[in-house]
């Protein structure tokens, strides 16, 4: 359970609102604190929170942006609740203190009711990067993703209000596509996130600037490696000679490793041969690196004569339907009724994912169809500029 803080944000001025901030961490500092932000470093946080940090003059793009995000506000919510009819969407201006760890605050976009009574934490968002971003589709396996930023902005709001779901949305600005991301609370992670927070606040109380040590050391070896190269700064014009025999072995596997990468991509690009399997194995290797399924794969090159054009690109021969109906009665028998029968589809997915997760299968139905691949490569010759005749008088 959490407490209140402060009853109405509302009222506040924006220096008194940022003032109030400095009293413990909210939901956006903690990708900061993790290392995963691109605008501030943990040291820049750390000197904001005691109140020695001058912050930077923002540029007018910049503040244009934020003020983008803050007025379509409403419009992202407004889009969640057209989507998610069967869930009550609701204003919530106060900030609440977690009850364990008064540090930890957290004020929300939007509160959530869920069609059985428990309640979740909306956070609306603006997208200028799409590649950072997919929709959860629970029937296709989809997980979904969004910045970890936002993730983990919204695990700390799920720690302090105690609650098990949080729905992201994010609405890109330029092709106008909605995202919906359904991130449930992890407690193994919210340990690691919370045990970074305190680490970081008992620094700030003690006014001790802190290491990279000192905030990382929980995290996985990628975000570490991320992390660190974010907090601890690069380019500096500072050389260290490789001497010693560890560090000459630790190079060396290094240069074993980028070969093997190099070897792997060059087969990729080579390989001609059983186009179907080589398609197959391409549009996973391309849904692998770029986030999110493609339907074409296009090359074009040219050496200056000659310009090649080529493609694949498949249909799906798939479509999944899920029985909203049958799941409704299969809930209502297991949690005494709790659901009524005309809530919406995608609701009833997220219901089922949340509280049924082993019984998702069954309620779906894939229909298949023959889905195709279309191999496409066409050449055309780059004409030449004529050279204009000189005609002499």
């Not at 364990?100 to 934490?121: E, Q, S, V």
């Not at 197959?280 to 849904?287: D, Y």
């Not at 069954?362 to 050449?379: A, C, D, Q, V």
Request: charged share 30%.
């Amino acid at each position: 359970m959490s407490r209140v803080f402060i009853p109405d944000i509302t009222i506040l001025t924006k220096e008194e609102w940022r003032e109030r901030r400095k009293a413990g961490i909210g939901g956006s500092d903690v990708g900061i604190i993790l290392g995963m932000s691109k605008y501030m470093s943990a040291f820049e946080l750390f000197y904001n929170k005691i109140g020695s940090f001058v912050e930077k003059k923002e540029t007018e793009e910049s503040e244009i942006t934020k003020e983008i995000g803050t007025r379509l506000e409403d419009l992202v919510a407004d889009i969640f609740q057209r989507k998610h009819p069967s869930i009550q969407v609701v204003e919530d201006n106060t900030m609440y203190q977690h009850d364990k760890y008064p540090f930890m605050l957290a004020n929300f976009d939007r509160r959530l009711i869920l069609p059985d009574g428990r309640a979740a934490i909306l956070e609306c968002k603006t997208v200028t990067n799409s590649s950072e971003w997919e929709s959860t589709d629970f029937c296709q396996g989809i997980n979904g993703k969004c910045p970890l930023t936002y993730e983990y902005q919204v695990r700390h709001y799920m720690s302090v209000a105690d609650v098990d779901l949080a729905i992201v949305v994010g609405l890109d600005l330029l092709t106008k596509k909605c995202f919906f991301v359904y991130v449930f609370r992890d407690l193994k992670v919210e340990q690691m996130m919370i045990a970074a927070e305190k680490r970081f606040w008992d620094l700030v109380e003690a006014r001790k600037l802190p290491t990279y040590d000192q905030l990382f050391q929980n995290l996985s070896k990628d975000a570490r490696a991320d992390a660190f190269k974010r907090f601890y700064g690069a380019n500096h014009a500072v050389n260290y000679y490789v001497q010693q025999k560890d560090e000459i072995d630790i190079l060396n596997r290094i240069n074993e490793l980028m070969t093997i990468q190099q070897y792997h991509s060059a087969e990729m690009q080579n390989a001609k041969e059983e186009k179907e399997e080589l398609a197959v194995q391409l549009f996973m290797m391309c849904q692998s690196r770029a986030g999110k399924k493609p339907d074409r794969v296009e090359l074009s090159r040219s050496n200056g004569e000659i310009s090649v054009n080529q493609y694949i690109s498949i249909s799906s021969g798939t479509v999944v339907n899920f029985n909203s109906a049958e799941f409704i009665k299969e809930y209502n028998k297991v949690f005494d009724n709790s659901l009524a029968e005309d809530i919406d589809e995608t609701t009833a997915i997220l219901l089922c994912q949340r509280d049924m997760p082993d019984r998702l299968g069954k309620f779906i139905t894939i229909h298949n169809k023959s889905g195709k691949f279309y191999f496409s490569k066409r050449k055309t010759r780059v004409e030449k500029p004529k050279k204009k005749k000189i005609v002499e008088d």
